[in-house]
């Protein structure tokens, strides 16, 4: 299996800050990854998918870039509503694994 | 417009099956290049991925899982049903079902429903 490795685990910052959070893959993967943001008692939301392109309606101040083992996701300038858990996904090969999530919290 | 929701027993008891059922609407199983992914969360930990089946018949399932866990599809209906045997209590999650397109993330999710697995 390919093991999916984010971090930081809890990352707390402030509103405007610049976010990055990273995740390495225990292979390569190319760019067969996905970033997803999910809130408390809410399912996931795709925000990213191929590493860096930006599902429709997903504000540009969030980007990803990476390819092989390591892709990061930044959020340009963070928003109240973006206060919430972060995952990657890599979909290169069977089985599909997570990342273990990348709480992002208020300073 | 792709919506998707989870339906089954919320209380099941150990070594008893579950079996969820994810109903659609907004695309067909039988279109080129769809899926339907089944997700799982246990309380306040990761996404776990369990099983995909795809236009073609192409299924994939958790290794950790394989021995007890299936996947169907009722193109007809728009359902897919996941079965999960011998249930214990570490199988306690939400269970989620998403849509995806090949060679993207999963885009839209059900809103999940929530299994306990206790006596």
């Known amino acids: 299996d390919i093991q999916m490795t984010q971090s930081p685990s809890t990352l707390s910052a402030s509103g405007q800050d610049r976010v990055t959070i990273t995740c390495r893959a225990s292979q390569s993967i190319s760019s067969w990854l996905a970033w997803y943001q999910q809130k408390p008692g809410k399912a996931p939301k795709l925000l990213i998918s191929k590493a860096s392109s930006l599902e429709i309606g997903v504000p540009s101040r969030f980007s990803g870039s990476g390819s092989g083992t390591e892709f990061t996701l930044t959020i340009s300038s963070l928003q109240p509503e973006d206060f919430a858990t972060y995952y990657c996904q890599q979909y290169n090969s069977y089985p599909w694994t997570f990342g273990q999530g990348t709480k992002v919290e208020i300073k | 417009q792709i919506t998707l929701k989870e339906s089954g027993p919320t209380l099941v008891k150990p070594k008893q099956a579950l079996a969820l059922t994810c109903t659609f609407s907004?695309?067909?199983?039988?279109?080129?290049?769809?899926?339907v992914v089944w997700i799982r969360q246990p309380p306040g930990k990761a996404l776990e991925w369990l099983a995909s089946i795809h236009w073609n018949d192409d299924n994939h399932y958790s290794p950790s899982l394989k021995s007890r866990i299936a996947i169907t599809k009722d193109t007809s209906e728009n359902q897919v049903v996941l079965t999960l045997t011998n249930m214990a209590p570490v199988d306690t999650a939400t269970y989620y079902c998403?849509?995806?397109?090949?060679?993207?993330?999963?885009?839209?999710w059900g809103q999940g429903t929530t299994v306990t697995v206790s006596s």
């Open positions: 998403a849509h995806r397109i090949v060679g993207y993330g999963m885009a839209v």
């Open positions: 907004g695309f067909s199983l039988s279109t080129s290049g769809v899926g």
